[in-house]
């Protein structure tokens, strides 16, 4: 009896095997990610044991080392003084925003479309956010990878992989610990391209183009939106002992 073989020359079952693992992994570090880059309210803290258990059990390496980091991090730390830090890391920082289209299409007319077109790739997949919420929100991406269509949720993180790593850099200039869960999402990504690296030094220089308009249509306001302490929360991922409430209907 023959037995199918990877392309790597192992097993095919084993070779599947592992690709699940791997994927199961990577669901694991966009659920606690999505939760983490979220308003630290008080279902934050509520649910922030789960991600810390969730992360715990990935295997030991730099991403679950960066995610139990913020993890400490954001369990020992006064919940007002976690918030004042997320509206000065986040709020109204340009340079550090979490809506990915941003960094492609500033505050132009183009990012309506962008916009749509994510809307789109959720719709396609049976996936539904809230008004609340606008779809570019990195932690919203990082919830739709994990939970809703995990191809297509990669292939979002791709397309806005030069506005991500544009956020970790000014992350770590700005040195918070915020870092440590981007850094852990940029991980689970492929290794960049020269042109990744091209495109990123390209948005570096130039930035966004500038063109105020208004995004009302799309749950948000005018101009960049930004997550205060009503907006962008993420509820709680199901599944991979992170426990979930919302998502696709």
Known sequence: MSTTTDSGGRPGWLGAGRAARRAHRRAVTHQAASVLLGYPDEGFFERLPLVTRAVAELPRGTVRAALMEFCDHAASTPELELCRHYVEVFDMRRRRALHMTYYTDGDTRRRGHALAEVKRVYAEAGWEVSTRELPDHLAVILEFAARGDNDSG?????????????????????G?????????????????????????????????????????AYGGRTALPVVGVNEGRVPPPRGSGVEHGGGAR
Do not use: C, I, K, W
């Not at 990669?154 to 000014?170: K, N």
């Open 154 to 174: 990669q292939d979002l993180l791709l397309r806005f992989r030069p506005g991500l790593e544009l956020l970790a850099e000014a992350l770590r200039d700005h």
């Open 176 to 216: 918070t610990p915020y870092t440590q869960v981007v850094d852990a999402v940029a991980q689970t990504l492929p290794v960049q391209s020269t042109a990744d690296r091209e495109a990123v030094q390209r948005l570096a220089a130039q930035g966004p183009p500038a063109e105020n308009v208004g995004l009302e």
